[in-house]
């Protein structure tokens, strides 16, 4: 019954690995996201999917591909991972309203990284 | 452009008293906004929104949020504050224009003395 579901909930690597993190929504929503926080909570968006297309791209280095296979999914790849990609990576997903968004994101419980 | 300030990284109330958190925005157009709640190692939890209906919107748990665009503020407050309330607090903004993107402030960590 899970909304907004993302795995692992936990990953530990080290750095140059190259890993994802799969996102998955069964909430029937067009739009997904990937948030950012950081250890000091401040959460930042990095990308946004509708329909499978990209429409937000944040400044994110190249290292960070996202993958939206359908509209249900919108998976993380992050490859060469960096001390600094240590945070907490977090889901989310929209619905659209007459083409506004002015609704809620359902937010998943979160990837914490660690790059050792 | 959109913007969110929280004015307090941390405030401490005790259990039974009220809860004040404040939050003030920044936008070109009329936004929507919202409260999210964090617990500890958990994921976000929509407390309650504005969306340019009524101004003074409740939301879940006890907690309640007035809009006043006088004083671009989205203040949220609870008139009696729980043990279970501890929390990471943050106020988000989204544009009413076309912009698919929640901006967060930086958040306000409470915490509730016994």
């Known amino acids: 019954d899970t909304a907004v579901s993302q795995t692992p909930k936990y990953l530990v690597t080290q750095m140059g690995n190259d890993k994802s993190i799969k996102c998955e929504q069964n909430?029937?929503?067009?739009?997904m996201y990937w948030y950012k926080q950081d250890s000091k909570k401040f959460l930042k968006i990095m990308f946004s999917?509708?329909?499978?297309?990209?429409?937000i791209n944040e400044t994110v280095p190249n290292r960070f591909s996202p993958k939206s296979p359908d509209k249900a999914h919108l998976n993380l790849h992050i490859n060469s991972l960096e001390l600094g990609d240590s945070a907490v990576y977090f889901c989310?997903?929209?619905?659209?309203?007459?083409?506004?968004?002015?609704?809620?994101?359902?937010f998943g419980q979160g990837t914490r990284l660690t790059v050792v | 452009a959109q913007s969110v300030t929280q004015l307090d990284s941390h405030v401490s109330v005790s259990e039974g008293t009220p809860v004040l958190l404040r939050c003030n925005y920044s936008?070109?157009?009329?936004?929507?906004l919202f409260w999210y709640v964090q617990h500890p190692n958990k994921g976000l939890q929509l407390l309650l929104k504005y969306t340019s209906a009524a101004t003074l919107v409740k939301g879940i748990n006890g907690f309640e949020a007035e809009f006043k665009k006088s004083e671009t503020s989205f203040h949220l407050t609870k008139p009696s504050a729980h043990m279970s309330d501890a929390a990471e607090y943050f106020c988000v903004v989204r544009l009413n224009f076309g912009n698919e993107k929640l901006t967060f402030g930086t958040g306000t960590r409470l915490t509730i003395i016994p």
């Open positions: 989310a997903s929209s619905p659209r309203d007459r083409g506004v968004m002015n609704t809620e994101a359902f």
């Open positions: 909430l029937g929503h067009d739009t």
């Open positions: 999917y509708n329909n499978k297309e990209l429409i």
């Open positions: 936008s070109s157009y009329s936004p929507s």
